[in-house]
């Protein structure tokens, strides 16, 4: 184990709704985490919730709806999580979202606002709101799902990738600002970005049973990858890119 075990961490996890945040959730429960998830849908996020809590044994794990878009609900969403738990060790970033284009000349800019809000965003909202509380954990983790398109963008997914590419350089700059907080001694609190082609789940394979996916991330084995930032130390991992696919 590294400096980051997560037995008795207390974990945010945004954009808890969707399948790869129920994986996390139940992961992240199972290994002893309190573990309190974001989503925009209320009714998805109780059912990931719920999903979790059974599953893990009647683990501490709450959900609050949260609108990441706007900075102060953020930031309250932080505090309260201190204020109820007393700490906050792990904000693990799951907003996403995507959109192409046939061609890159046929680029809508629509797609690009709607994906810097999404993809871009809620990574500086929730970094912000999180940063000085993640530092002050002997364990603190800040988790980016990012894709590999951030650095080999194709001419269909200009938008997706150039915003893709942003959260990855801004949740580097947070990473230097742990770098720097831990001093001689090293960084005790990390940021780390995990990527992915794309992921896949359950569901997908029973609409598309004849698909391969090549090269995609089980949400199941991304939330495995999730848990084993806290199994190193932040020195390890902070600053990476984490590969869970071929690198292009």
């Known amino acids: 184990m590294g400096n980051g075990a997560l037995s008795g961490a207390v974990i945010a996890v945004a954009g808890a709704g969707g399948p790869a945040g129920r994986a996390a959730l139940l992961r992240l ?4 985490a309190t573990v309190v ?12 919730v719920d999903h979790a809590r059974y599953e893990a044994g009647g683990a501490t794990v709450t959900g609050d709806t949260v609108d990441l878009l706007d900075l102060n609900s953020t930031r309250e969403w932080a505090t309260r999580i201190e204020k109820d738990f007393g700490r906050v060790d792990g904000l693990v970033h799951l907003v996403g979202g995507w959109r192409g284009s046939e061609t890159f000349i046929k680029t809508s800019l629509d797609d690009w606002d709607f994906l810097e809000m999404l993809l871009v965003k809620t990574v500086q909202h929730t970094s912000l709101a999180f940063g000085e509380a993640l530092q002050a954990s002997d364990r603190g983790r800040y988790v980016l799902i990012s894709a590999a398109a951030a650095g080999n963008p194709t001419a269909g997914n200009a938008a997706y990738a150039a915003a893709k590419a942003a959260a990855e350089a801004w949740t580097l700059a947070l990473g230097d600002y742990f770098r720097k907080a831990g ?7 990390a940021a780390a970005i995990l990527v992915v082609k794309a992921l896949v789940h359950d569901a997908m394979r029973a ?4 698909a391969k996916f090549a090269g995609f991330t089980d949400v199941q084995d ?5 848990a084993g930032v806290w199994e190193k130390s932040a ?7 984490l590969w869970l696919t071929e690198k292009p």
């Not at 429960?29 to 002893?32: D, H, K, L, N, T």
């Open 235 to 241: 020195a390890e991992v902070n600053g990476q890119r």
């Open 222 to 226: 991304l939330a495995e990858a999730i």
């Open 37 to 48: 998830g974001s989503d925009n849908d209320p009714e998805r996020l109780a059912e990931a």
């Open 29 to 32: 429960a199972q290994a002893g």
């Open 207 to 210: 609409d598309r049973p004849n």
């Open 183 to 189: 001093g001689a001694e090293g960084p005790t609190s």
